[in-house]
């Protein structure tokens, strides 16, 4: 299994932007699809943005497509989240995830994912 410990989260006016970061360790990191989920207060964690092992394949949610970015650097065990436009909805505790689930085509269900970082909290106001 990897462990991930998430970043950059914080406060920022709607209509701004936050790059999320999440750094791996462990073996094989190349190997695992990644994702971030998100969890809103009294809500269910939900499903944001997944890429598979090499990058080539990304998914979103319906929320933040065209607004948010997940991208993947292999040689830094690094996992990225490019929020921008974000809104008050997005306010939320980011988790990133990794799955050894999946090949060509990344997991988006939260079962899929057996490793989970703590948390990175982002507050949009307005």
């Known amino acids: 299994q990897v462990q991930l410990v998430e970043s950059g989260g914080g406060l920022v006016q709607a209509g701004g932007s936050l790059r999320l970061s999440c750094a791996a360790s462990g073996r094989s990191f190349s190997t695992y699809a990644m994702a971030w989920f998100r969890q809103a207060p009294g809500k269910e964690r939900e499903f944001v943005a997944a890429i598979n092992w090499g990058g080539g394949y990304t998914a979103y949610v319906d929320s933040v497509k065209g607004r948010f970015t997940i991208s993947r650097d292999n040689a830094k065990n690094l996992v990225y989240l490019q929020m921008n436009s974000l809104k008050l909805e997005d306010t939320a505790v980011y988790y990133c995830?990794?799955?050894?689930?999946?090949?060509?085509?990344?997991?988006?269900?939260?079962?899929?994912?057996?490793?989970w970082g703590h948390g990175t909290q982002v507050t949009v106001f307005s």
């Open positions: 995830a990794a799955s050894n689930t999946g090949w060509d085509v990344p997991p988006t269900g939260a079962e899929r994912f057996s490793s």
